[in-house]
């Protein structure tokens, strides 16, 4: 039978940052398990990349202090592109309301280490994009180190340092069964044998509840659809522009490529494995386009090249990471509600910490546990897109 000391379960950014942080801290047998033929098919092939720290919670800010620096220095240290760019994100605030929440937010960030982040007026976003239509907009947060990742890039990226420094990955394997014993876990039964180990981390991304249903765990993460539409190239608004947000209904936006990547969350979305694109949301999301950007008027959108993908969500909007109190050796790095791909690097150095040495300095894990639901401990984030 194959043993490994630790075995992560899914091969995205998360697994795969996982097993970047515990082969990087010098645990060489870990192996993670993917079912696909290729990495990156679930939600991180899907994802927008937009990387940031402008966020409300205490431990989401510390998970992208730590995250975003990581992929700023991600070619040097793994021999890999991030595809990391610095363009900054944009709030633009269209009511009091809106700047208010910015500048308790802004508070929060600067107090806990984010320089660059600063509050801009509305002439001064007018001023930067006069594209926009600006006559509502009252003001606005900018941070300059925000910016956008090629997910796909840095998923290969941690793997193939891992695979490199004795980590296994094995594809096109099921994970269709956990076995536990006295102790606690005790193997991972697969479509390609059993794996023996006392050490299980669940990365399954949106199909984490049924892995951890195998466990006999209930978790918390339910799967919703979030759609994207790429546009064809267009040249009348800069492409050096940030990911700027429309606060008044949530619709945003950040160049890709020769064009731009169009995205709104839309409230009518129910939770469920629904990964086609509906191509009726071209419509809702050009309108909201060119509410804001009046040259958007001008997009071609091509149909066929938008997609779908699902968001791993949580009660709290926050993810559930660490430990089962009940379950020894039943790890958990799940629900990240829409920002697994900025928050990978942290998630990999906090699980490594806490399989590893049992604590971790980058947050207090506590907070992020399973239990906090059954104990009433929810952390509330509202800054989610
Ligand atoms: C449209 C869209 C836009 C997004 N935009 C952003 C963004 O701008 N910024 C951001 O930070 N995040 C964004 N996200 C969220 C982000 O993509 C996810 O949070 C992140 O990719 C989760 O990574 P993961 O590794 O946990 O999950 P996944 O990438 O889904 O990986 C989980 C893996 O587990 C495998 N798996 C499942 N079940 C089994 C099994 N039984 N056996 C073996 N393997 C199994 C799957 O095949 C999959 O490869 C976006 C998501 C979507 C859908």
Redesign the pocket.
Known sequence: MQTAEVVI???????SSIAYHLTAAGCSNVLV????TA?????????????RAQFSTPVNIQMSLYSIPFYASFEERLGHPSGYRSQGYLFCATEEKHMAYLRTNHAKQVAMGLKAVRLISGDEIRRMFPQLRGDDIVGGSFCPTDGFVD?YSAMIGMMTWAADHGAKLWKN????GIQRDGQGIAGVE?TKGTVFTRKVVN?????AA??AKMAGVDLPVEPLR???VPTEPFDQFPHGAPMIIDMSNGFHFRPEGLGFLL?WNDPEETPGYKTDFDPGFIEKILTRAAERVPVFENLAVNPKRAW?????MTPDHHPILGPVQDLPGFFL??G?S???????PATGKILSDLILAGKTDLVDASLLGLSRFAEGRMIEETAVL
């Open positions: 379960i899914g091969g995205g950014i998360v697994g398990i993917e079912r696909e990495q990156g098919k679930g939600s991180t092939g899907k994802s927008m990349g937009g990387v997910p394997a099921d994970v269709i697969t990365c399954a991304g949106a199909w049924g892995i979030r759609m994207l995205a779908a993908g699902l968001y791993e790095a799940n990240f829409g920002h697994g791909v900025m928050h990978a």
